[in-house]
Nanobody, 117 residues
Framework: QVQLVESGGGLVQAGGSLRLSCAAS????????MGWYRQAPGKERELVAL???????KYADSVKGRFTISTDNAKNTVNLQMNSLKPEDTAVYYC???????????WGKGTLVTVSS
């Protein structure tokens, strides 16, 4: 079982930055992959960024060059640095972890990011 707790959401003006963090209840060395997803009102949940073990990253085209995913192994956290935010980035952002073989998927409760124009 993996508990994930997100933090760092809030209200920001377009062009601003936010940093999201997701704390895992287990060592992230035991996790196959961690990612950030988002769901805007009336839309499906979509992948924003993914980081795998060994380290490889993947980003949605809409956030490439603006968002950066990283891990802090000492704190067992995965972070999402979001720069040059746009109103269309407004959504609830969820942390996800895949662990084990076969992999089980775990979700945080989400954190709201609102970007005003």
């Amino acid at each position: 079982q993996v508990q994930l707790v997100e933090s760092g959401g809030g209200l920001v003006q377009a062009g601003g930055s936010l940093r999201l963090s997701c704390a895992a209840s287990v060592t992230i060395f035991s996790i196959n992959a961690m990612g950030w997803y988002r769901q805007a009102p009336g839309k499906e949940r979509e992948l924003v960024a993914l980081i795998t073990s060994p380290v490889d990253t993947k980003y949605a085209d809409s956030v490439k060059g603006r968002f950066t995913i990283s891990t802090d192994n000492a704190k067992n956290t995965v972070n999402l640095q979001m720069n040059s935010l746009k109103p269309e980035d407004t959504a609830v952002y969820y942390c996800n972890a895949l662990r084990g073989y076969p992999a089980m998927s775990y979700w945080g409760k989400g954190t709201l990011v609102t970007v005003s124009s």
